[in-house]
């Protein structure tokens, strides 16, 4: 199984770019895991020092899950895990489903960060945009989609999503095998890796 590491800053692109491709390709020609479906549960996330939660660091994840997962699908097990629910602890989480296929996504925020996920990856990927546009889609996605208050989301913007950017993703770049600029589109990107995940499932 060829595992596609694809990463990014939020409001990137990177969920809309993974979605383009699932839509493209069936359940077992290509298997998408997020990382934030790996997120440990509530009680155990960390504070910050005014009291929030703080889930852009690499301590929310449950990183030993994942790797076991991934091992697990590499072997042909078909995996189920609940959805992450954005933090909503009224929502019922529905339950995944990944069957084992040739190529494999991994998205996440941690995953060139944790070494013992980065050593997995066949290639890595990086969906780049510049910092006011990211912003600008994080605002509008936390506010439409998800109704959290505004002061609510320039904070966690400010001292969690910026940091986290540049402590486990910045240090890692020199190291990629490719970075997709999406300040506009990334038609020309997804093209070719809908042609590269062709040529791994022939």
Excluded at 24 to 49: C, G, H, P, R
Excluded at 65 to 82: F, W
Excluded at 168 to 196: C, M, Q, S, T, W
């Amino acid at each position: 199984m060829i595992i596609i590491g694809i990463s990014g800053g939020s409001g990137s692109g990177k969920t809309s770019f993974i979605h383009e491709l699932r839509n493209t390709f069936d359940e077992d020609q290509l298997a998408v895991i997020s990382e934030d479906n790996y997120y440990k549960k509530w009680e155990l996330q960390t504070m910050d020092d005014h009291g929030v939660i703080n889930f852009d660091i690499p301590e929310a994840i449950d990183h030993e899950a994942l790797i076991d997962d991934l091992n697990k699908l590499s072997k042909g097990v078909t995996l189920q895990r609940p959805e992450y629910t954005f933090n909503n602890v009224e929502a019922i989480p529905n339950i995944i489903v990944v069957r084992p296929a040739p190529v494999c996504i991994l998205e996440g925020l941690f995953i060139f960060h944790r070494r013992e996920v980065s050593e997995l990856l066949n290639l890595k990927v990086l969906i780049h945009a510049r910092d006011e546009l990211k912003i600008i889609r994080r605002i509008n996605r936390d506010q439409n989609e998800r109704n959290y208050p505004i002061d609510d989301v320039l904070y966690r913007y400010q001292y969690h999503v910026a940091p986290a950017y540049d402590n486990y993703i910045r240090p890692h770049i020199e190291n990629l095998d490719l970075v997709i600029n999406n300040n506009a589109h990334f038609k020309g990107a997804l093209a070719l890796f809908k042609a590269y995940i062709r040529e791994n499932i022939d």
